[in-house]
């Protein structure tokens, strides 16, 4: 089970300088809100991933007032992971003391998985936040499905950029055109496919979590919306190409695909209260811990950032039972040190508390 020992900062976000040692397999930060309590699951998302969780843009991680940051981990493998982002705004990220060429390279060595807050969104924003998520999980266990995506994205911008150029006016030469249709196509049917089967062994990992963790046992259902399971992408680009010129954007294609969550036939985001919406994210991002440990056959570190608080006690007791039978290693955030005593008292001798701030 891969687990971190222990992670050093420097001017990374709130924190000056700091290090801390982890001992335990739960390991719970208590501190009031803005000490940096989530800056310290940020930072071990950042040496699993290469980049932060809540911010885009790695200089917005950077402490307000100083130049470059410093985060160094090591996981009970003893190897180090580094990740430097120098005055100049140069970005290293380095494994065992090897500096990566490509960051890429780096996704699938170290996983964790992270429930945070504002995760509700997936349920209730835009579809961009959806394909990210499904993305970000298949990447980590398909490295030709990362470079697929990348590629993708790199024609997409390309083509969008020429749609742009022809002001409105289809060209009369299409050669540039069918050039960008058919590397568009090479890259989006593997996804599609990809992307369609995998979703299909989350429905079954989430609808069992859900069960579990639910007060009330509702009928959920997670679907791949994609144009390209009932169409060839290239036929969809040729036909649709008066519409693309005219809207100076391609149309259709994987960068459109959405999940669509439903809960008794109807949407998700519609018809869930409250406790419902938290119960399907949390069986959601546990379906996901999953399905990295299958294809990995390692266990991902999780990351809880301030699950309790507008959970009931019910949905708590069996939250916290459903994560601790994991047995991986397990970060939580809270403001108040007695809750999360009460919530871990039969797990004491494997609980190391963190007073943050």
Not at 54 to 73: A, E, P, R, W, Y
Not at 286 to 296: D, F, T, V
Request: proline residues 2%.
């Amino acid at each position: 089970m891969p687990s971190l020992k222990n992670i050093s900062l420097f001017h990374f976000k709130n924190y000056e300088q700091q290090s801390f040692l982890f001992e335990k397999e739960i390991i719970c930060l208590i501190g009031k809100n803005g000490v940096g309590k989530t800056s310290i699951l940020d930072a071990i998302y950042y040496l699993c991933f290469t980049k932060s969780y809540f911010v885009s843009n790695d200089l917005h991680c950077i402490k307000h007032g100083t130049q470059g940051m410093f985060i160094k981990g090591i996981f009970d493998d003893e190897i180090e992971v580094k990740c430097v982002i120098r005055e100049n705004g140069k970005k290293e990220f380095s494994c065992d003391e090897e500096v990566y060429a490509k960051l890429s390279s780096h996704i699938g060595k170290y996983s964790c998985v992270i429930i945070a807050p504002d995760d509700t969104q997936l349920i209730t924003e835009g579809s961009e936040l959806r394909r990210k998520f499904l993305d970000g999980i298949i990447a980590q266990i398909d490295a030709e499905y990362l470079q697929h995506i990348s590629n993708y994205a790199k024609i997409l911008v390309q083509r969008n950029a020429y749609l742009k150029s022809c002001k409105g006016e289809v060209p009369t030469d299409l050669t540039l055109m069918n050039l960008y249709n058919e590397q568009l196509n090479h890259y989006a049917e593997p996804i599609a496919i990809k992307r369609n089967a995998f979703v299909q062994k989350m429905i079954v990992e989430a609808t069992n979590i859900y069960n579990v963790i639910a007060n009330d046992i509702e009928e959920i259902e997670i679907q791949y919306d994609s144009k390209l399971l009932h169409h060839s992408l290239l036929n969809l680009l040729e036909t649709n190409l008066f519409k693309d010129v005219v809207t100076a954007r391609t149309n259709y294609g994987i960068h459109k695909d959405d999940l669509v969550f439903t809960m008794n036939g109807m949407p998700l985001k519609q018809v869930a209260s409250q406790g419902q919406r938290k119960s399907f994210l949390f069986a959601l991002k546990l379906a996901q811990y999953h399905l990295i440990n299958n294809y990995q056959a390692q266990k991902p570190i999780l990351l809880l950032d301030d699950i309790f608080e507008k959970l009931d006690e019910s949905r708590s007791e069996k939250l916290i039972q459903y994560v601790t039978a994991l047995n991986t290693q397990l970060f939580i955030t809270d403001t108040q040190m007695h809750r999360v005593q009460k919530e871990f008292k039969e797990f004491e001798q494997n609980i190391q508390f963190i007073e943050v701030g």
